[in-house]
């Protein structure tokens, strides 16, 4: 299926969890610094166990350091 990923569309699995995806694109399986959201709303870490629909867009946000 096809979903916007930080404005880029791309094409995943069915049934791909938004855990899934972050740990696939950021290497990361901890929600430590980052924050999705799809179509708009924030999806809080414990609700990360919800599969994606098709056409959703979702944004990954992670936290950088710096000063």
Partial sequence: ???TINN??????DELTVAQLVAAD???SE?????V???????PASQW???LEASDFV???TAVQGG
């Fill in 49 to 51: 166990d919800r599969s």
């Fill in 26 to 28: 950021t290497g990361q």
């Fill in 8 to 13: 880029e569309v791309r094409e995943v699995p």
């Fill in 59 to 61: 944004d990954i946000l």
């Fill in 31 to 35: 929600p430590a610094g980052i924050a």
């Fill in 37 to 43: 959201a799809i179509n708009g709303k924030v999806v």
């Fill in 1 to 3: 299926m096809k979903v």
